[in-house]
């Protein structure tokens, strides 16, 4: 199939682009990577009056360190962050979930605020950024809001961001030396949208424990405060997996064999984050 008719408009500024936005309909599309929206688009399941190409804006594209927090343009892609092109205080978190995204011509061509801002349960930085503790910042006609990601993603394809609105930029808290990490997604083959995603973040020093469980059809499952899956300490040996599956039961996950994929991601992302 091929796309419907659309105008298609590149700015070079981010506020032509906003501007652009706001005076098209609730059916005007944003598109960088295209790695999602391109598809979409030829098979019509999304049919746009007017798609603003952000590709030229230089606002989108910057990655800082600002105080404790590192900022990603949205159009920062994943191979810029694989390769090291900008700044890391995740001790090297985000560069291996950037790695394990889709192929190499996916991650040349797909940005963090593209994947984001689409909300597919599956992706990687849908779960991952959720469990770094991210915050979405969103810009429209009436200026810029900060959200935390877990409350950005609503739902399975769905996201905060209000008609007119686009994504700016991904707000990562740095990490502690001692910070544990460990994220273990569940594949058939190597390239494929997850069924499953297990991530953990543990850095004693802040006071921070977040646990997350992705790729279950709808948003993630956020523990901004993990210890209640783990006997209530800040304890990666501590895990107590009947404590996770009653969360998923409660949240409505009610296949036996999906819960136990799901844990066992988790199980291993825990013991990565140990380092066993």
Request: contains cysteine.
């Amino acid at each position: 199939m091929k796309p419907v008719d659309f105008a298609y408009e590149r700015p070079r500024h981010l506020t032509d682009a906003i501007a652009l936005l706001a005076e098209s309909s609730e059916r005007g599309k944003v598109i960088a990577g295209g790695q999602s929206l391109g598809p979409m688009l030829n098979l019509r399941l999304v049919q746009p009056d007017l798609v603003v190409d952000i590709t030229a804006l230089d606002e989108l594209k910057r990655a800082e360190r600002l105080g404790d927090h590192l900022v990603f343009g949205a159009c920062v892609t994943h191979a810029d962050i694989e390769d090291g092109r900008v700044p890391d205080a995740t001790n090297g978190a985000m560069r291996a979930v950037a790695g394990g995204i889709a192929y190499r011509a996916v991650r040349n061509r797909g940005t963090i605020g593209g994947s984001l801002a689409n909300a597919d349960p599956a992706s990687d930085w849908v779960s991952a950024l959720s469990a770094l503790g991210a915050e979405a910042v969103v810009r429209g006609a009436g200026g810029a809001r900060t959200i935390a990601v877990e409350a950005f993603v609503t739902g399975a394809l769905e996201t905060a961001l209000g008609t007119g609105e686009l994504l700016e930029a991904v707000r990562v808290p740095a990490q502690s030396a001692s910070a544990q990490w460990g994220y273990y997604k569940v594949c058939r083959k190597t390239g494929e949208y997850a069924h499953a995603i297990g991530a953990v973040l543990l850095d004693r020093s802040r006071n921070v424990f977040r646990a997350v469980i992705g790729a279950t059809e709808r948003r993630p499952l956020v523990l901004a405060d993990a210890r209640s899956w783990f006997g209530g300490r800040y304890d990666l040996a501590a895990f107590d997996q009947g404590a996770a599956d009653a969360m998923l039961q409660s949240a409505g996950l009610t296949d036996p064999l999906d819960r136990q994929i799901h844990l066992a991601a988790l199980a291993r992302a825990v013991r990565q984050a140990r380092g066993a």
